[in-house]
């Protein structure tokens, strides 16, 4: 059953291009609906797993660790005897030119750590609502 661990790895491909998409095309979301008053940019959750997301990409990278999406994915594509990376396929082409990069392990820790610098200003420069548990709380 290998088109299975093919299928499954490119699932999780997709999984990760969108926490991806999601990290980086948040912070200008948050920015553009402080502006225009958009009220889900300061939703706790939406801001909570943003920073959390960010937070655990910067670390793993900082401390020279693969991302266990990108572990999982090669695994099942070795399963597939289909090697690391992917063997065909369109999508999965592209979404893997668009979240890897060929860059020294270093450039990934210092943008990693400054976008989520830039992350942490906007978390206290857009301040996101207290969960309702907190406001029923007070």
Do not use: Q
């Amino acid at each position: 059953m290998p088109w299975l661990y093919l299928l499954l790895a490119d699932v999780i491909l997709v999984l990760h291009a969108l926490i991806v998409f999601f990290n980086v095309g948040a912070l200008p979301v948050i920015w553009v609906g402080h502006f225009r008053g958009w009220r889900f940019v300061r939703a706790f959750s939406f801001r909570a797993a943003h920073v959390l997301l960010i937070a655990f990409v910067a670390a793993e990278s900082t401390l020279g660790l693969i991302c266990p999406l990108t572990t999982w994915e090669n695994d099942l594509r070795m399963d597939a005897g289909a090697g690391s990376r992917y063997p065909g396929g369109c999508l999965t082409y592209w979404l893997h030119r668009v979240i890897f990069y060929d860059l020294p392990a270093w450039c990934f820790a210092v943008g990693y750590g400054l976008f989520f610098a830039l992350v942490v200003f906007t978390l206290f420069w857009v301040k996101p609502r207290p969960p309702a548990w907190w406001r029923r709380r007070a």
